[in-house]
């Protein structure tokens, strides 16, 4: 299009000066044919550089909508990470408040806990000695001087929830156990004690001749000799072994 106009214009130029260029001299001539050339070239340059400017112009045009892409995804980075920030800052004031609670609780077990040791202990003390021995390696976790241990108040915790675990899995069952007990011309023999929780046992050795019953008082077990019913209580624990068919087998309760 521009070579177009650059035509138009010189023949126009042509026809407006042809008759002065007619009646020159052949200097004036080469003069005038010497700036004609040079206005061609001044056209042809301003041609030029307008397409660069145009070419330009679109490189330009791109870059910024380059550049303006560029910023908005640092905004939206920025925009994403303040709001991590300040979720960050949310969740940590729930953890400081969740620490604070548990500190609270923390301090409210230390101020019981060494008397929960020593309650615990002592009711160890007084169970039959199959569930004493169960619980021994929880026993001798506790510390005997609370004040310097080492130990944390959850693994303190721990000890005695693993004690008392033990003592009410016992507690609600019937367990059958061998022991040696001493009978009525103080020699040991070999009987099975058959536990009802911690509430009654009943012992009797494998001839069902020598038995009796077990209950605890005053943080111990105090064991009865009751030969009268021996037989029975072998029954029952024949029962119990499964070695004798089930029946009814009448045995001694005392209720205290």
Known sequence: MNSIHTTIAIAVFTA?????????????????RTNIDKWVETRQLLAKTRSEWAADQETLRQSISLIEKEVKLIDDRIAQTQETASQADRDRLVLSEENERLSKAATAVQAVLADLERQTTNLAAGLPLPIQERVMPLLKRIPNQPDQTRLSISERMQNIVGILSEVDKFNNAISLFTELRKNSADAEIQVKTLYVGLGIAFFA????EYGGVGVPSGGSWEWTPRPEVASDIARAIAIYENTETAQFVKLPVTVK
């Open 16 to 32: 407006c000066f042809g008759t002065a260029i007619a009646q020159t001299t052949p200097t004036r001539m080469e003069e005038v």
């Open 205 to 208: 050795d494998k001839n069902g």
